[in-house]
């Protein structure tokens, strides 16, 4: 293993042979990573905006007695106003999207403009439905419910097949106590120190 002076890694060799290599721009990011597999040079290149965030990955395979490139990938990543994650781009794919509210909950997630997940919270930003399936939305083949206790301890999970039903108990500590389902019921017991 070798260091710049930065103590960043740069490379590896292993028995006297470069095995991986690391860069670094002037603001010390990585920006390409490479090593060498089955005789051809594997690297992903990395791209960043001015605040840091990752714009852009490329992975390259290249002859490395000739830099023929044979084989490359580019994905970008895009950010909202927020600067939270918010689009990844792969090539020759429509993009994933996550939708959000707030300071970034979760509302939903798309492939394309096709909506695959959806979900819809209560005030204090829990979740209380998770349709999914079908293109989600008002056609979702799933839609997941859940319920909670007063002190916000999950109390049901409700799928809209019956297989996946589940009931949770709490007792006054807050401790979970039972969790039961169509098939089975589980029952914890404490001791007075609060294990399980």
Do not use: C
């Not at 089955?38 to 605040?51: C, F, I, L, N």
């Not at 509210?101 to 919270?121: C, D, I, N, Q, V």
């Not at 409700?158 to 500590?173: A, E, K, P, T």
């Amino acid at each position: 293993w070798h260091y710049d002076a930065s103590d960043r890694i740069t490379h590896r060799t292993v028995n006297g042979d470069p095995a991986e290599q690391w860069q670094y721009d002037e603001h010390g990011w990585l920006t390409t990573l490479s090593h060498t597999s089955e005789g051809h040079r594997v690297s992903v290149h990395y791209g960043y905006d001015d605040k840091g965030r990752l714009t852009g990955e490329r992975q390259t395979v290249e002859n490395p007695e000739t830099g023929e490139l044979l084989w490359h990938h580019e994905t970008g990543h895009a950010y909202n106003e927020q600067g939270l994650a918010n689009r990844v781009t792969p090539d020759s794919l429509p993009p994933v999207e996550w939708l959000t509210y707030g300071s970034g909950y979760l509302a939903g997630m798309k492939l394309g403009g096709t909506p695959l997940l959806e979900f819809t919270r209560d005030r204090l930003h829990r979740e209380t439905v998770r349709s999914f399936g079908s293109m989600a939305g008002s056609n979702a083949a799933y839609k997941l419910t859940s319920t909670y206790t007063p002190a916000g301890q999950l109390q049901s999970q409700h799928l809209n097949s019956l297989v996946y039903d589940r009931d949770y108990g709490w007792n006054d500590n807050g401790d979970l106590v039972r969790i039961s389902g169509p098939r089975q019921t589980r029952e914890y017991g404490y001791s007075a120190t609060g294990r399980l």
